[in-house]
């Protein structure tokens, strides 16, 4: 199931200090946080996710999958496009990656699909990236996340 592709993808880029043989031309991508594991109706999971390029050239596309652990509750896979910025070479920044559990109409993100069954949903998400040279990153898995009915 796709969700719309409203996603709010939000990028802080710094520039590493960092010696040019850390940098890879794969993108790699550390999995940073999420601002909690258990969300009912009305709240936003925000995941942030640490990368880092060699060419800095990250601007194609983050991939998230939902893989749900409950019984009768669905699975989902999203794309979104990363932002365009200038190109800068050994590139390191952050993606915000958010959803908003429910029916919350002031959120800034997309509404997550709820579990059909009605029950509470215990899930985790994978999230991988690809780069303009189609340079695609090792995938990152967030911690368990539990979704309330």
Same mark, same amino acid.
């Given at each position: 199931?796709? &969700?719309?592709?409203?996603?709010?993808?939000?990028?802080?880029?710094?520039?590493?200090?960092?010696?040019?043989?850390?940098?890879?031309?794969?993108?790699?991508?550390?999995?940073?946080?999420?601002?909690? &594991?258990?969300?009912?109706? %009305?709240? =936003?999971?925000?995941?942030?996710?640490?990368?880092? =390029? *060699?060419?800095? =050239?990250?601007? =194609?596309?983050?991939?998230?999958? *939902?893989?749900?652990?409950?019984? %009768?509750?669905?699975?989902?896979?999203?794309?979104?496009?990363?932002?365009?910025? &200038?190109?800068?070479?050994?590139?390191?920044?952050?993606?915000?990656? %958010?959803?908003?559990? %429910?029916?919350?109409?002031?959120?800034?993100?997309?509404?997550?699909?709820?579990?059909?069954?009605?029950?509470?949903?215990?899930?985790?998400?994978?999230?991988?990236?690809?780069?303009?040279? *189609?340079?695609?990153?090792?995938?990152?898995?967030?911690?368990?996340?539990?979704?309330?009915?």
């Amino acid at each position: 199931m796709r &969700t719309k592709l409203g996603l709010v993808l939000a990028i802080s880029l710094v520039i590493s200090a960092c010696s040019k043989d850390s940098y890879n031309t794969k993108p790699n991508l550390t999995f940073t946080s999420v601002n909690n &594991t258990a969300f009912g109706n %009305g709240s =936003d999971i925000i995941f942030s996710i640490t990368f880092t =390029d *060699k060419e800095g =050239d990250l601007q =194609d596309s983050v991939w998230i999958q *939902k893989i749900s652990r409950t019984n %009768g509750c669905t699975n989902f896979s999203d794309r979104a496009k990363i932002p365009n910025f &200038t190109a800068t070479p050994n590139l390191k920044g952050i993606l915000e990656i %958010g959803y908003s559990v %429910g029916t919350n109409s002031s959120s800034l993100y997309p509404i997550l699909p709820a579990c059909p069954a009605n029950k509470n949903d215990t899930c985790y998400f994978k999230f991988w990236a690809r780069d303009l040279a *189609k340079n695609v990153s090792d995938t990152v898995i967030s911690p368990d996340i539990i979704i309330f009915k």
